[in-house]
């Protein structure tokens, strides 16, 4: 007999596996993740507080119990635990601690060094960077002007670079 708790873990484990098969889908942009990404801690914190571990969670979600949400490409060593800017797709390394947070054109946002913040706001239509309160100042003044030399999704190397909204904002000035 199935108990209440279980069901929870259950639809918390789906409402996740969800949200990020959204975000690997359309991206942190889309509108929609807002929402999903709500749904999903919400139903995970109930699932918690009723006993369910984090792992619970991902195994009735169908993803691996504590190992990173990426499906394609083995990670590369010390990409783990990376900040939540961090694109799945992106092998690159964090370059420090979560400093800043970026936040798309519906206020979506994920906090991120330095390094996955320029990349994330650079991939970003209409996106804005803010400095975390611990953050030494000058960080997101940093991350906005690193962004500006940088391609969307920049980690694509061989995605076409003939449209403006595939090249950097200096690319786009300069043309
Ligand atoms: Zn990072």
């Given at each position: 007999?199935?108990?209440?708790?279980?069901?929870?873990?259950?639809?918390?484990?789906?409402?996740?596996?969800?949200?990020?098969?959204?975000?690997?889908?359309?991206?942190?942009?889309?509108?929609?993740?807002?929402?999903?990404?709500?749904?999903?801690?919400?139903?995970?914190?109930?699932?918690?507080?009723?006993?369910?571990?984090?792992?619970?969670?991902?195994r009735a979600g169908?993803?691996?119990?504590?190992?990173?949400?990426?499906?394609?490409?083995?990670?590369?060593?010390?990409?783990?635990?990376?900040?939540?800017?961090?694109?799945?797709?992106?092998?690159?390394?964090?370059?420090?601690?979560?400093?800043?947070?970026v936040l798309d054109?519906?206020?979506?946002?994920?906090?991120?060094?330095?390094?996955?913040?320029?990349?994330?706001?650079?991939?970003?239509?209409?996106?804005?960077?803010?400095?975390?309160?611990?953050?030494?100042?000058?960080?997101?003044?940093?991350?906005?002007?690193?962004?500006?030399?940088?391609?969307?999704?920049?980690?694509?190397?061989?995605?076409?670079?003939?449209?403006?909204?595939?090249?950097?904002?200096?690319?786009?000035?300069?043309?």
């Amino acid at each position: 007999m199935r108990t209440e708790p279980d069901r929870l873990t259950q639809t918390a484990g789906h409402a996740v596996a969800a949200a990020i098969r959204s975000i690997n889908t359309n991206g942190l942009s889309d509108p929609a993740i807002t929402p999903a990404l709500e749904a999903a801690l919400t139903l995970s914190e109930l699932a918690m507080r009723c006993g369910a571990t984090a792992d619970d969670i991902r195994r009735a979600g169908g993803l691996p119990a504590s190992a990173p949400d990426r499906t394609q490409a083995e990670p590369t060593p010390g990409t783990a635990h990376r900040c939540p800017a961090a694109h799945p797709d992106d092998p690159s390394p964090c370059d420090g601690p979560p400093v800043v947070t970026v936040l798309d054109r519906n206020n979506a946002g994920a906090d991120g060094c330095e390094h996955h913040a320029a990349r994330l706001l650079a991939s970003l239509e209409g996106g804005r960077v803010y400095g975390l309160p611990h953050a030494t100042d000058g960080a997101a003044i940093r991350v906005f002007k690193a962004a500006d030399g940088i391609r969307p999704f920049c980690w694509l190397t061989g995605a076409p670079r003939t449209e403006p909204s595939q090249l950097s904002h200096r690319e786009n000035r300069v043309a």
